[in-house]
């Protein structure tokens, strides 16, 4: 099986090629380019394609990759809405991916957010190395006996729920199914009970129609007066323009987003060189008490590793063909 991997990042060939030894006869040739349709065309003479997040797998891109006798798309991520399923599904190209690889890392991640935005650490970090010991601005609040609200209980709401009660918080939480594992530290209440009792709001739901702008002008006015926000989920889940109205209107203690809504250029580039006109994210930035990172709550050194087996155990799965729980099929 030869497998062209799009999107390498030096951490990507090292944790891939660490796994390799266990799985003879798979061969990885590791592109920097990023799958789009411009690039698809490079796959000829492979087997399979391996893609990431932001790569562009519309209709396009899925035909040149069938045209070219692709078969198989390994999606070394969970997420797969960049991927135009039924055209992959009429051509006959199985999609697998990673579901889970490891909710710990994402979910630490979003409680970091959550606790660098209410302690105010991105200020303090760039005050003490300017000799600033002073503490002018920078007070927070105790989460302990504070109530977290968390949108989405699957694997990644449920490692939160889990780390929310451990600070001692009240743990609200939304979903469209309960999950029974959280039912001792957990009360399921709707969207807008959440809203208007959380303190701590933090998203973990995927993005779908159903979901997409799930915080907007009108669920952010139901939030309580200071509450911080948190997205580690998607970008589109929050509707960014009414995200900064409702920060100018002082209704958030703090923002920490993982995931905004114009990351696709952005994620893992380093663009530190250009100006970034039209920018909203320079936008979110300007204000005090956001944070940004770069879609990185799945950056552990855990998580690569499971990200790499469970990818090549897909493609042992694939060969054999037998169906998989991590296979994704248009509806
Ligand atoms: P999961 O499938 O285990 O859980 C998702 C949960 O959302 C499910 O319980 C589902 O019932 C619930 N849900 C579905 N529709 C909903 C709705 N309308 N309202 C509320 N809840 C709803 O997924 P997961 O592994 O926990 O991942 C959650 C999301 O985290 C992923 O969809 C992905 O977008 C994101 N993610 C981000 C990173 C990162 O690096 N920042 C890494 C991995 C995943």
Do not use: W
């Amino acid at each position: 099986m030869r497998i062209l991997f799009y999107d390498t990042k030096s951490y990507d060939e090292y944790s891939f090629t660490r796994e390799l030894s266990g799985y003879p006869g798979v061969e990885i040739k590791f592109l920097k380019a990023d799958l789009t349709r411009n690039t698809a065309e490079l796959s000829h003479g492979y087997d399979a394609v391996c893609a990431f997040v932001n790569s562009d797998i519309g209709t396009q891109t899925v035909r040149i990759l069938h045209d070219n006798g692709i078969r198989l798309i390994l999606m070394r991520c969970a997420g797969f809405n960049n991927i135009d399923l039924e055209e992959a599904q009429r051509l006959g190209i199985r999609i697998l991916r990673v579901p889970g690889y490891s909710p710990e890392a994402v979910a630490e991640h979003a409680m970091g957010l959550a606790l660098i935005v209410n302690r105010k650490m991105h200020k303090s970090y760039l005050k003490v190395r300017e000799n600033d010991f002073s503490l002018g601005s920078l007070m927070g609040f105790n989460f302990y006996q504070k109530t977290a609200g968390i949108v989405g209980t699957g694997k990644i709401g449920a490692a939160m729920a889990r780390i929310c009660y451990g600070f001692g918080m009240k743990v609200l939480a939304y979903d469209v199914y309960e999950n029974p594992d959280l039912k001792d530290i957990v009360t399921y209440v709707t969207l807008d009970e959440l809203l208007a009792q959380s303190d701590l709001i933090s998203l973990h739901c995927p993005l779908m129609d159903s979901t997409y702008h799930i915080i907007n002008r009108e669920t952010i006015q139901k939030m309580k007066d200071g509450v911080i926000l948190v997205n580690t989920s998607r970008g589109a889940l929050v509707k960014t323009d009414d995200l900064i109205e409702g920060i100018r209107a002082r209704k958030f203690f703090g923002v920490g987003l993982d995931v905004y809504e114009e990351e696709a250029p952005n994620v893992f580039e380093d663009r530190s060189d250009e100006i970034l006109e039209h920018s909203v994210t320079a936008r979110l930035l300007s204000f005090p008490n956001v944070m940004i990172t770069s879609h990185q709550g799945f950056f552990t050194r855990e998580a690569l590793s499971a990200i790499a087996k469970t990818t090549l155990d897909n493609v042992k799965v694939y060969e054999t063909g037998a169906e998989s729980a991590n296979e994704v099929k248009a509806n």
